[in-house]
């Protein structure tokens, strides 16, 4: 009788609960989830240097790498699962299966998909019971992607229930929506809804394939289908224009959820980055100006009130932007217009007790609001939140706003605080190649708030720079090197110059090793280093 060691060897899915049944376990009376585990977590983690949220290395790779996938590797899996469907069993389902755990199927499945649909003999009923039992039974995520999209290769209301279920976790919403899609009736209805369970990169993906066929989906779009727990900025020009933005916005009033989802919509739009932004919405001027409108009587809080701040910056941008700008439905009166229209709220007396209600809020979302507005309305609210770090002694975002300073004086204080109360030693645990975000992270980031700001403090924080350079945040170690980069040699001090002594043998990474070369050579240390 075969033991469990070599059955599970043999079975790699055998005494592992199925993905599916932990999702379902895991849902709330709503149908959501209560976290984003799963049960593959440390096994499919192991080895690598970085650990993404749920969804995310498919959603970064879906939306910003391209390439082709490696022939050899579809191929591969095509065999086995030709084979597979015409001698359907746990033999043939072990191959198949023990070559998807080794591979990422995001960068096959298109191919993959395409070559099955041409290739003779395959045993199609038999290939669909199979792909349900990878999504059903999978005990590790790749088996279950891959399960998820060959049941959409079938028009079947089947699986609808699995496929969902399924889609609610991030992970796996993107294959869930392309199965929606191409296999289930009333598959915009279907996206709808599990839109409306769903947060991060799944919401991202789900927003993105959602037609606005309906007033309720437009009107969704605009409350509640930009903001996500990834960037806003993904589907902000997306919902603007699906939504129905300036529409909605033109009317002579607006209630509170469209006028609170329209300004996370042009809050994204106007800070840019991954997405389209507000020079690619072709309404923007419209929908801004009504925005203002409304403001002057909906403006009432710090959140709404750091949506105005964003547009009055945007209105005061550089003039050569602008020249752009107004060939796009913009005008030079326009723009005064929604400036004045912004000086009015801005203006508000009642202001600056609001923002000091929201700095001190233990709410962190409405906490930055208050803090972008406090700039805004130059308010000098640094001692408030230095006295905020022994109860946020993690809050990578509290050291950053405290280390946007110009005074040396303040800037010590920070310091000896951080040098004091971060775990120095901790951070310092050698060089590695790590991106450096997460919660084990955590005092990495905030140690890198602070070196991104100590260049232009000569000879402050030498402690948190040799820290730096032996941390195996790369990001830490780049933002310590800029500090040297800057800093004259005198200043550096013995600890400072034994951590780049170190760092010159033990580097990892080749981006950085040239910088130490070209650092030590404009800091002609290169003879000096060699000799001690």
């Not at 130059?378 to 006295?387: K, P, Q, S, T, Y």
């Not at 013995?494 to 090793?513: C, G, I, R």
Request: with cysteine; aromatic share 8%.
């Amino acid at each position: 009788m075969m033991n469990s060691f070599n059955q599970n060897t043999l079975y790699p899915w055998a005494g592992k609960p199925s993905i599916y049944e932990y999702i379902v376990s895991a849902l709330d009376d709503e149908g959501r989830l209560r976290d984003a585990k799963l049960p593959d977590d440390e096994e499919y983690w192991a080895g690598h240097a970085v650990r993404w949220v749920a969804g995310g290395m498919d959603g970064t790779f879906s939306h910003h790498a391209g390439g082709q996938a490696d022939t050899a590797k579809v191929q591969a899996l095509v065999q086995l699962l030709v084979k597979q469907s015409r001698s359907p069993g746990n033999k043939t389902r072990r191959a198949t299966y023990l070559k998807l755990m080794q591979e990422e199927v995001l960068s096959v499945i298109d191919p993959l998909l395409e070559s099955l649909r041409e290739r003779p003999g395959v045993v199609i009923p038999k290939l669909y019971q199979e792909a349900e039992w990878f999504a059903r039974y999978g005990a590790h995520r790749n088996v279950v992607k891959l399960g998820i999209a060959l049941l959409g290769q079938f028009e079947t209301e089947r699986h609808r229930e699995l496929v969902v279920t399924l889609g609610k976790h991030d992970e796996f919403t993107l294959y869930s929506a392309v199965a929606i899609r191409g296999s289930l009736e009333h598959a915009n209805e279907t996206l709808f809804e599990l839109a409306k369970a769903v947060d991060g990169w799944g919401k991202i993906q789900l927003v993105e394939r959602l037609e606005p066929q309906t007033q309720e989906i437009r009107d969704w779009l605009l409350r509640h289908g930009c903001r996500n727990s990834v960037m806003n900025e993904y589907l902000a020009c997306y919902c603007a224009r699906n939504g129905g933005l300036a529409e909605a916005l033109a009317q002579a009033s607006v209630d509170l959820e469209l006028y609170d989802g329209a300004g996370v919509i042009l809050s994204a739009l106007l800070a840019g980055g991954p997405a389209e932004d507000i020079d690619d919405y072709e309404d923007a001027a419209l929908a801004v100006s009504d925005f203002l409108r409304h403001s002057q009587t909906m403006c009432i809080n710090v959140a709404q009130l750091s949506v105005v701040t964003d547009i009055y910056d945007f209105l005061n941008e550089d003039g050569k932007r602008w020249e752009r700008r107004y060939d796009r439905g913009w005008s030079g009166d326009l723009r005064e217009a929604c400036k004045r229209l912004c000086d009015n709220v801005i203006r508000d007396e009642g202001w600056p007790a609001k923002v000091w209600e929201g700095i001190r809020s233990q709410d962190s979302t409405m906490r930055q609001h208050a803090i972008h507005a406090a700039k805004r309305l130059r308010m000098d609210i640094w001692e408030v939140l230095f006295g905020q770090l022994p109860e946020h002694p993690l809050d990578s975002h509290l050291y950053y706003q405290l280390a946007q300073t110009e005074e040396p004086e303040r800037m010590d204080r920070l310091v000896r605080y951080a040098e004091a109360h971060l775990p120095l030693d901790e951070i310092a645990s050698g060089p590695q190649d790590e991106i450096g975000y997460g919660e084990p992270y955590a005092p990495h980031q905030c140690l890198q708030s602070l070196l991104q700001a100590l260049d232009v403090f000569e000879g402050r924080g030498t402690k948190l720079v040799a820290a730096g350079l032996r941390s195996p945040s790369t990001m830490n170690r780049n933002m310590a090197l800029k500090c040297l980069e800057t800093w004259p040699l005198p200043v550096w001090g013995e600890e400072v110059t034994a951590a780049l002594q170190e760092l010159t043998v033990s580097e990892p990474n080749e981006q950085v090793k040239e910088r130490i070369a070209k650092l030590l050579q404009e800091k002609e240390l290169t003879a000096w280093l060699i000799k001690s």
